[in-house]
C-alpha cells in the first residue's frame, strides 16, 4: 500500500486538532474512520505514530517525523495545483521567502524592489528569522526558500552556497580588549560568549571542533539578535558575529569588533529550498532574481562579504602570511 495525499490530510488535521474529535469534526467525517486511517498507515510504515490518552493525541518521534514530512508534501502540492491552474507566460502566484537577519537588514530592500520589477505578478512574503529557525520553516513548507548561514547537512535541503563572511569578536572593549589586532583563537574569553545555544551555534560556527572549544557564558543564553545586541551594548558578555550583523552598533561605539585569527572564523550564506520543490514558475524565476540581487548587493559594497572563490584565495594568502611572520619569528 502507498500511502495517499487523503490519508496525510487526515493525520496531519489530526495532529494539529490534538483530538480525534476535534479533527473529525472539522474534517466533517466520522471519528471511526479518522481512525481507521491511522491504524492503516501504522500497519503499513510498522511503526507508532499517536500515544492516545484520555485528553487527546500525542505525536510519537516516528509521528513527529511523519508530520514533518506530511507538511511538507501537502505545501508542495497546493502550490504545484496553483502553478498549473495560474500557468501563464509570466511568472504568478505566491511565493513565501526567508531572509536571515544580516539578510534582511543588507538586501531586503534590493530583494523586493527587484522581485517587483521581474515578477510583477507574483504575491511575495518575507520572513525574518534566526538561520535554524528558518531552515525548519523550508523544511515544514512555509517557506519556499530561505538566505540562511551555514545550514545544516540535510538530504531534504537543496543548498547552494552564495557569500562568505567573516567572523568578529564583539562586545565591550574591557571585555575583548581595546586593541584593533585580530584576537587569536585560543584567547577568546572562556565563559564570556553569548549566543552558542544549539542548534543556533551551527548557524555562527560551521566547525563542531572548534565550536567544542569555547566555553559559553554559564550565567545568560541569547536567542535572539535584538537581544543580543542589547546585552553586548551592556556588557553583559561578548559574541562571536559578523560584523554586517551589528554594522549600526559599531558606527556609533556602542560595541568593539576584533578580527579572528588562527583559525580565521567564517560563515556561509547559502540559499535554501526543499529538495523536491516543484519547479514552478514563480518559484524559479523569484529564486534567480533574489540570487543576483544578493550577490549584486555584495559587489557594489553594500554586504561586507565576499563570492566564495575570492574569499577561498584571500583566505589561503592570508594563512600564507601567518606562516611567513612565524617562520620569521623562529
Not at 515544514?140 to 530561505?146: E, R, T, W
Request: net charge neutral; hydrophobic share 45%.
Amino acid at each position: 500500500m502507498t500511502l495517499s495525499l487523503r490519508q496525510l490530510r487526515y493525520f496531519v488535521a489530526i495532529a494539529d486538532a490534538g483530538a480525534f474529535a476535534r479533527a473529525a469534526e472539522a474534517l466533517n467525517i466520522a471519528q471511526s474512520a479518522l481512525s481507521h486511517h491511522v491504524s492503516e498507515i501504522e500497519t503499513e510504515l510498522g511503526v507508532s505514530l499517536l500515544d492516545r490518552r484520555p485528553r487527546g493525541i500525542v505525536l510519537t518521534p516516528a509521528g513527529r517525523r511523519l508530520y514533518e514530512h506530511a507538511g511538507a508534501i501537502l505545501s508542495a502540492m497546493t502550490k504545484a495545483e496553483i502553478d498549473v491552474k495560474t500557468f501563464t507566460e509570466v511568472a504568478t502566484g505566491p511565493v513565501a521567502i526567508g531572509l536571515s537577519h544580516t539578510a534582511a537588514a543588507v538586501s531586503a530592500l534590493s530583494i523586493m524592489q527587484a522581485v517587483g520589477t521581474a515578477c510583477p505578478n507574483v504575491h511575495l512574503t518575507i520572513s525574518e528569522g534566526l538561520s535554524p529557525h528558518l531552515t525548519e520553516r523550508v523544511l515544514s513548507g512555509a517557506l519556499d526558500f530561505a538566505l540562511v548561514f551555514n545550514p545544516s547537512s540535510d538530504a531534504r535541503l537543496q543548498r547552494e552556497a552564495l557569500l562568505e563572511e567573516e567572523l568578529f569578536l564583539i562586545g565591550r572593549p574591557e571585555i575583548i580588549g581595546r586593541s584593533n589586532a585580530p584576537i587569536a583563537f585560543v584567547d577568546i574569553p572562556q565563559g564570556a560568549v553569548l549566543g552558542l545555544t544549539p542548534p543556533t551555534s551551527r548557524a555562527i560556527i560551521q566547525t563542531q571542533i572548534l565550536r567544542n572549544q569555547i566555553k559559553p557564558s554559564s550565567k545568560l543564553e541569547v536567542d535572539s539578535l535584538n537581544i543580543m545586541r542589547t546585552a553586548l551594548e551592556a556588557g553583559l558578555g561578548c559574541a562571536i558575529l559578523a560584523r554586517s550583523t551589528v554594522g549600526s552598533d559599531l558606527l556609533r561605539s556602542a560595541v568593539h569588533a576584533r578580527r579572528i585569527a588562527q583559525p580565521t572564523l567564517t560563515r556561509e550564506l547559502s540559499l535554501i529550498s526543499l529538495a523536491e520543490h516543484p519547479q514552478t514558475r514563480a518559484f524559479v524565476e523569484v529564486r534567480e532574481v533574489l540570487k543576483q540581487a544578493v550577490l549584486q548587493d555584495a559587489k557594489a559594497g553594500r554586504w561586507p562579504a565576499e563570492m566564495l572563490d575570492k574569499a577561498k584565495k584571500k583566505r589561503a594568502a592570508q594563512d600564507h602570511s601567518v606562516k611567513q611572520a612565524k617562520s620569521a619569528e623562529e
